[in-house]
Nanobody, 121 residues
Framework: QVQLVESGGGLVQPGGSLRLSCAASGSRLSIYVMNWYRQAPGKQRELVAG???????NYEDSVKGRFTISRDNAKNTVYLQMISLKPEDTAVYFC???????????????WGQGTQVTVSS
């Protein structure tokens, strides 16, 4: 029913910047929550940042002041602007969303395919 399409990952040097995008496809969507998770090699998946339909945001402590999550409701898209990147930010970043399709169906969980972010000199 709904797909999350991610883009923006890549290779960047320490101190550099990247912007990740996640667009939800489909029509008649009510998007309640959009989150970014990441998973580094040998580590468990962790919540990086989240934003609600009302614009409330939250961040993992290690990225506060460096990452900014935002959303464009007209495009059904969430962004993660990352600055001052560190090697420890290297991970696969996943988009996650809670979305209702139409008016009668209950909300469901959706995951993106993941995009690789590598911070290395």
């Amino acid at each position: 029913q709904v797909q999350l399409v991610e883009s923006g990952g890549g290779l960047v040097q320490p101190g550099g910047s990247l912007r990740l995008s996640c667009a939800a496809s489909g029509s008649r969507l009510s998007i309640y929550v959009m989150n970014w998770y990441r998973q580094a090699p040998g580590k468990q998946r962790e919540l990086v940042a989240g934003i609600t339909s009302g614009g409330n945001t939250n961040y993992e402590d290690s990225v506060k002041g460096r990452f900014t999550i935002s959303r464009d409701n007209a495009k059904n898209t969430v962004y993660l602007q990352m600055i001052s990147l560190k090697p420890e930010d290297t991970a696969v970043y996943f988009c996650y969303s809670i979305i209702r399709v139409g008016d009668s169906a209950p909300p469901r969980n959706y995951w993106g395919q993941g995009t690789q972010v590598t911070v290395s000199s």
